[in-house]
């Protein structure tokens, strides 16, 4: 591995979605389906984008993430720290929720934290002054939403939990890059993924079904890349071949 990397842990957790969560899923997939016979080129259009979007939405927002995080959590216990924790805006406040429920210190980092230094943070900006005291222990959990992908260096992180996937590789690279960048008496960091698994077994029209396959083996690709260079490789790949093998079903 890079020298510059901590060994991490990579644990996936795989959640399905509800059933009315799978149903409007459904709904939207069989519309974006409709949608492209019918478009020509020109028309791949704004409506089969939004299409796209909020198909995507569900899974990034599926209620049963929240359960997950609930799990993680009470596994880690009140002495967490240097731990960040991903999610989307529709997530955040019932994810700070959570996280507050446990007697967890925790901070938001959204868009919101202002950059310019100022008195009431001893010189610093907000956003420095809340970096400082996740690294320095004092907040435990920084609950995060895309502003962390901006070039914010947050190398004390030891522990990430994604709730919310990116479809973006990169960004998905870089939100792991930032518990795994090495830093002093950082020995090992811990990923937990929380994964939607689709729900293949349903009865839907094959094309449908290849589909979502496809699209569901083409993420498992981007899992394995992460378990394959993890200390724990032969449990997250085992973890990860279960799902494959049940055709996404949990």
């Known amino acids: 591995g890079c020298t510059y990397l901590t060994p991490y842990r990579y644990i996936p957790y795989f959640v ?3 059933d009315d969560e799978l149903d409007e899923y459904f709904e939207k997939t069989k519309s974006i389906a409709k949608r492209y016979s019918q478009a020509n080129d020109d028309e791949k259009d704004d409506i089969l984008e939004s299409l ?3 198909r995507a939405d569900i899974i990034k927002n599926a209620s049963k993430k929240y359960s997950a995080l ?3 959590l009470d596994k880690l216990g009140r ?3 240097h731990t960040i924790i991903y999610c989307t805006p529709q997530q955040i406040d019932k994810v700070m ?3 507050n429920q446990r007697g967890l210190i925790s901070h938001r980092f959204t868009m919101e934290e202002g950059t310019t230094p100022n008195e009431k943070y ?3 900006s907000e956003r420095e002054y809340i970096l400082r005291k996740f690294a320095e222990g004092e907040y435990q959990v920084l609950v995060a939403m895309k502003c962390l992908d901006e070039g ?3 190398p004390p992180a030891k522990i990430a939990i994604l709730m919310a996937s990116s479809g973006n590789s990169r960004e998905y690279i870089q939100r792991i890059g930032r518990v795994i960048r090495r830093y002093p008496n950082k020995n090992e960091a811990t990923i937990y993924d929380i994964i939607v698994a689709p729900s293949l077994n349903r009865k839907l029209p094959s094309e449908l079904k290849n589909l979502e396959k496809k699209i569901f083996e083409k993420e498992l690709k981007r899992y394995e890349e992460i378990a394959q260079i993890a200390i724990n490789n032969a449990e997250a790949m085992e ?3 279960k799902i494959k093998n049940v055709g996404g079903d949990i």
């Open 122 to 124: 001893n010189g610093l």
């Open 79 to 81: 002495d967490v720290k």
């Open 16 to 18: 399905s979605l509800t």
């Open 70 to 72: 609930e799990h993680i």
């Open 97 to 99: 929720e959570i996280v």
């Open 239 to 241: 973890m990860i071949y």
């Open 152 to 154: 914010v260096d947050v």
């Open 52 to 54: 796209l979007f909020r």
